[in-house]
C-alpha cells in the first residue's frame, strides 16, 4: 500500500519563531497518524522543524534536496534524502508528491510551492497570520485553498482534506 | 556579445483579452529593442501573444516548452523551441533565463513564475489591475517588483529596470 | 541517522526475465541489510521485480517517478512515491539519491542512469551478461565501475562498495 | 517557422585536442547551412569550440547552462544563456531540443547525452576513434546510430539524417 505523504512547506533561513513552532507540532501529527513528512530537507526554518517533530514521534521523513549532495545543509532530522540538484526546480516535486500541502507562514519561495501546488490541482492548507496573502491564494483557487487560523484547526482541516485529496485523485 | 532576454509571462488558456493585447504590444516592443523574447511556448494566451507580437517586428522568439517534443501546442511564433518535458518545474528555467521578467495577467502559474523569479533576486514588472495581487507580491520583495498600470508605464519600465538588472547582474 | 539508499536500475518493458530474477533477489537482499531501495518507480522490468523483492522482506521502497502522478503504471511494491513529471531527466535524480548503484540488464535508459552516476562520481556495480558494455563502462571509469558475473559476487560487492562509497561521500 | 536546431556534444574540461578541432568545424558547417547551434554552454572543451566555430560564420548559438547564472563559466560564444539551475539533469533537455545531436568525443557526460538521446528515439551521429565506445552505441541503438570517421563524413551524414529526423518527427 501507498503510504500517504504530507507536504509541509515554509521558510527557511528567515521563518518566524510561531512559524517553527507550528511546523514542529504539525511533524508531530503527522507522525502521530501513520502518514510520511515530506520537505524541502533543509536545515533551518519550517523543514528542519517539522522533520524534527516528526522524528520525535518516530516518524518517517523524507527531504527533496535542492543541492548535490545529501550532507552539506541537510535536516539531520531527514531520514530518506532524496538529491534533485535542481534548485528551486525541486519545489515543484516536493507538490507533486504530497497528497496534501500545509504551508506554515509565507516568503518567495513558499509561495512558489503553494503556487505550483494549486497549478497541479492540489490542496492546500494554509496557517498564516498574513490577511493578505491568505486573500491572494483563495482568490486564485478557491476551491482548493483552506484558510486556518489556529494549529488546531490546521490539523483537523489536515484529516478532512486528505479524505478529499485521496478520493479525487 | 551574450543577447538581452526579456522573460513575458502570462495566463494560458485562461488569459483575459486585455492581457492578450498588453503582450503582444510588449512583444514587439521587445523585438523593437533588439531584444529576445521568452515565454513558456505554448500556443495560448500571453505566451502566444507575446511571440507574435515579437514576431511581427521581426523579434527573435524562445519558447521553454513543458512537454516532450517542439510541435504539439507549441505556438507558431517560436523560433527557439526549447523542450523540457518538465511540466510546470520549467518555470524555473523561464524565469533563470530572463534578464528580467514582466507578467502579465494573474493565475496559478504565472504566480508561479512570479515567486521562482523573486526567490532567484530577479526584477519583476506586474502588469495587472487585480489591485490585492499586486499588493501580495509588492509585499513579499518590495525591492524587486515593479507595479505598472498601463502598457506605456510597463514599456518606460522596462528599460529602466533592464538596466539596474544588467548592471546588478 | 540518514538512511542508507541503494539504487537498482534496468530495462522497464524489455528487461530479460535473468535481470528480473537478479534484481529481486538484489531488492531482497537491500531488504534484509535494512537499507533503503531506490528504482525508477514503475510497474515494469528491473523496477518492479527489485520493488517486489524488497517488499518480500518488508524492506521499505521509494520509486522517482517520470510521470505527473503516483498511480498510473506505478508499481505496487512502491511506497514512497516521488512524482516529479520530469521524464528521463528523473534519472540523474535516481542515482544522486543512491549511495551505490546497482545496474542488472542493459538499455538505452539504463545506460544514461550508469553515466549520470558515473559523472556524479558515484560507485556502480554492473550485473550484465554483455562483455561488449561491460568493457565500455569500465574502460569510461575504471576506478567507480565493478563488473560481476553472479548475483552471489553482486551481493558481496554491494556490501564492500557501500563502504567505500560511504566512507568517501 | 520553427529554426533547425543541431545539437553538439562532447567532453568539457577533459576533451582532446582533435575533439575540439573537429568541434570548431562543424559549429561552422551549422552556421552554413542556416541552422542553429545548440551546446552545454560552458567555456570549455567541445562546447566552447562548437560555439566559436558557430560564430566564426555568424550563426545562432544557444547554451543550455547547469549552473543558475549566464555568466561564470559561459562560453563567450554563446548567444542565447539558457540557464536551467539542474547540473547534468539538464543533458536531458539539450537532446530533446535538437533534432538531431551529434556527439565528438566520449566521456560519462557525453555517454549520457547520446544515451538520453537514444531513449528519446533521437537520432545520434559519433565522430569518435574509439571503437569500443562506437560499438557499444550501435548495439544499443542500431537504428538510430550512426558511426562517422572523418569530419567530411560527419558533416555529409548531418544532412542527410537530417531529413530522416525532420520527417519522422
Redesign the interface.
Known sequence: M??I?IGVMGPGDKAKATDMENAYEIGKFIAQQGW?LLTGGRNVGVMNAASQGAKSENGLT?G?LPG????NG?SEA????????????????NV??SDIVIACG????T??EI??A???NKKVILLNDDE??N??FK???PLNVYVVNSLVQALKTAREVLVLATNV?
Open positions: 501507498r503510504k505523504i510520511v523524507i527533496i548535490d549532495n545529501n550532507t541537510v531527514v531520514d530518506i534524502a532524496i538529491v534533485t540538484d535542481m534548485g528551486n526546480a525541486r519545489n515543484s516535486i507533486l508528491s509565507m516568503g518567495a519561495g509561495a512558489s503556487t505550483l494549486l497549478k497541479a493578505e496573502s486573500f491572494f482568490n486564485l483557487s485523485d
